[in-house]
């Protein structure tokens, strides 16, 4: 149960103590659990955009509302690493400069964009699902972000300085990857009645958010936890969007 609280205060704003001394074997138990913690994020923003609806809000303006929630849900601290990656990738320095640009604190004109790019696409993707009552795909799509935080710690070395990313770097399995993605796969299968576009979304979103991540890693020396919040923000606007095909 340490290993569910620390995922929980890790993960969310919720007032929930973790251990006090946390050490890798801690961190990577708790990552391990995040897609736990993003199918109950997931639940969150499904069933407040269907309160929503259901109280005659637009589905724009609901979804949009939802992603909002899901923001704060989360200390903003996912969006706020994929604005951090933004601008360390649109830097030409070395990555020692890019490391200080991801660390001030600040978001820069690529961040900007960024934020605007992966929220709006959240928002019309979530507003098109529940137009079509599709409360599954928003909670899977929610949840795929935090598979994808999985799949990050696999493999890719900390980055230099990196407090998180030195905890949580290479501490997961193959096993525990690979089973996250099958019960991704298949809960997504109930996710359209084209029984083939949910799996779909979940592997293009997947290798998506694993390629952001690859990429990362060499740009700036390693593993950090704002990559790791750019790969879920990333993942979760991919196979969102994919699962509004028709």
């Known amino acids: 149960m340490n290993a569910v ?3 929980v205060s890790w993960l969310t704003v919720l007032p929930v103590r973790g251990s006090r001394r946390v050490d890798r074997t801690a961190a990577g138990r708790a990552i391990a659990l995040a897609p736990l913690v993003g199918v109950g994020l997931g639940a969150v923003a499904a069933g407040l955009l269907w309160v929503l609806c259901w109280a005659g809000m637009g589905f724009v303006l609901a979804a949009l509302v939802s ?3 899901l923001a704060v849900a989360t200390r903003g601290m996912h969006l706020d ?3 951090d990656v933004a601008d360390g990738l649109g830097s030409y320095g070395p990555p020692e400069r890019a490391r200080e640009i991801m660390k001030s604190g600040g978001a820069g004109p690529f961040g900007v964009v960024a934020l605007i790019f ?3 696409v959240q928002a019309a993707a979530f507003a098109a699902l529940a137009e079509q009552g599709r409360w599954l795909a928003i909670g899977l799509a929610v949840a795929a972000g935090r598979v994808a935080m999985v799949a990050g ?3 890719c070395a900390p980055a230099p300085g990196s407090g998180f990313g030195t905890l949580v770097a290479r501490t997961q399995s193959g096993w525990t990857v690979a089973g996250w993605n ?3 796969l298949g809960a997504s299968v109930f996710a359209d009645h084209r029984h083939w576009q949910g799996p779909m979304a979940i592997v293009v979103g997947a290798v998506g958010a694993a390629l952001l991540v690859r990429h990362c890693v060499r740009r700036f020396g390693g593993l950090n936890g704002d990559v790791l919040g750019a790969a879920s ?5 991919v196979t ?3 699962l509004t095909l028709s």
């Open 81 to 83: 690493g994929l604005a």
């Open 240 to 242: 969102a969007a994919l």
């Open 118 to 120: 992966a929220i709006g």
């Open 153 to 155: 710690c696999r493999g």
């Open 233 to 237: 923000e990333t993942a979760v606007a």
């Open 5 to 7: 609280w620390l995922a």
């Open 67 to 69: 992603v909002g929630a």
């Open 182 to 184: 099958v019960i991704a």
